[in-house]
DNA sequence: CGTTCTTTTGATAGCTCTCAAGTCGCGTGG
DNA sequence: CCACGCGACTTGAGAGCTATCAAAAGAACG
């Protein structure tokens, strides 16, 4: 049930031959590249690694208080999670995205504060966390590396603390996207998002009919284009002067 | 000017004849016992605080791009944390009592991502980052204990960007300062806050105004007394109920 | 090709902000 | 000791942004 608490498969190679080419997506790459392909500690980095999924859309990763065990990198797909206040209102904590790590929350109290569900088609790639932190015992890098990851989170979640608008926040929010998929060499131009209106104004804070509000106006102020669920950037500078008091990186 | 950056003071006793003492108040004193008080690697903890302060209030301890070199544990006082945006609204990111930790979100960019500046009178212990991570190499409940609070900040930040009414902002703050005082304890019923009312509005992403409102409604209710910065909660059920969707600790 | 969910669009209400004025506390100086 | 002045705080009135409610249009699914 839940892919975190249970091994399904060893690790596989991707199948192309090389079993380290999905690597250059990860959020672990930098430390890959800094230790060397050849060291042995490197080696044991990948030895923790499991492949895990894929998960079809909709799939539960994990549900909120299911004990820690591991972190997760996203392989392919998106992943939302999300908590359940006691109304019944869903807030969505954060879209993970290629090379994400997921679950960095959860260290704190050794169970995970929020569920996490697939997007779309899902896999991922699983890291036992108490392993891991062993092994950055012996793995300065690695160690720096998840220091960094943690630090990140916590900028992530103050950004969407402050209070801004409507606008700012969805400006924010396309742009961050198209960031991080321009980082993995897809367009930062168009792209395709997996996660509903509904999904996108629960992280925006925001309801799911000022989302699509926002959105028309910004497709009748010729800053983007949206098509469903395809989002085509028309005006990038606008869309980051909108963003400006959100964004800072 | 910057604290965090030079070295004005050696270590110092604070003058009880027991160099640890201070210690029971700090983040890290979880991680003292379980090493146990007479390992050499403990000594080495120890060994790397340096006792900062007193500041006066309204003093900056670090400014917003200052280069990152230290976290440091508030020995006594209140910090805000904040940032300035182009519009010139001050958002509060954190205050942090006695023995918190602040500098976490500093890690991910090697730069303070926001200012600091000390409420009241301020000491702090001082940490060397780089060192503090190569003795969690070797200490791997230090490593532990980092990584926890660098995940409770995690989830401290995602709290805050909830959307929820003015009141249950203001009743989880409440209940958090409370909680705070406790465990050091402190009454949870009384105590005197160092900010003002504009410093809580910013933190909590209320007008001034809405919390001056909602503090005089919690006062009619029955739920609290406020005479200026000192508070009495009277009806400590009633704001637990309030902040049930905000707070979850 | 109907069912269902998602999305859009419109009308209205409500919460909080903004602007403005007044009050209070406290330090300064007469 | 008291008057003054400044900053913090309170209180009131009105506006604005976004949420909520409602309904229709559109895509996805079998």
């Not at 720096?144 to 402050?162: C, E, H, P, V, Y």
């Not at 801004?164 to 396309?174: I, K, L, Q, W």
Request: charged letters at 20%.
């Amino acid at each position: 049930m839940n892919p975190f608490r249970t091994r399904p498969n060893p690790i596989t190679d991707d199948g192309d031959g090389d079993g380290f080419s999905f690597c250059g997506n990860c959020a672990f790459a930098g430390v890959c590249h800094a230790e060397g392909y050849d060291k042995p500690a490197l080696k044991e980095l990948h030895c923790l690694v499991q492949h895990v999924g894929p998960y079809h859309a909709g799939t539960l990763l994990f549900r909120e208080g299911d004990p820690f065990n591991a972190i997760a990198a996203v392989r392919s797909g998106m992943v939302k999670t999300f908590r359940v206040d006691a109304a019944g209102r869903e807030q969505v904590l954060g879209f993970f995205l290629l090379g994400e790590i997921i679950g960095l929350d959860a260290i704190h109290n050794g169970r995970f504060p929020c569920n996490a569900v697939a997007l779309d088609t899902v896999s991922l790639c699983r890291f036992s966390f108490p392993m891991m932190a062993t092994l950055a015992t012996r793995m300065p890098g690695l160690q720096t590396q998840l220091f960094r990851l943690l630090s990140q989170d916590i900028n992530k979640a103050a950004a969407m603390a402050g209070d801004f608008s409507a606008d700012e926040r969805m400006a924010a929010f396309v742009l961050s996207i198209s960031r991080r998929f321009a980082n993995h060499g897809f367009s930062p131009n168009r792209f395709a998002l997996s996660m509903s209106r509904t999904d996108i104004g629960n992280y925006l804070r925001l309801a799911a009919e000022t989302v699509s509000r926002v959105m028309r106006r910004f497709q009748n102020e010729g800053l983007l284009h949206v098509d469903r669920r395809e989002f085509e950037i028309l005006d990038m500078a606008r869309l980051q002067q909108l963003a400006l008091p959100l964004l800072r990186e």
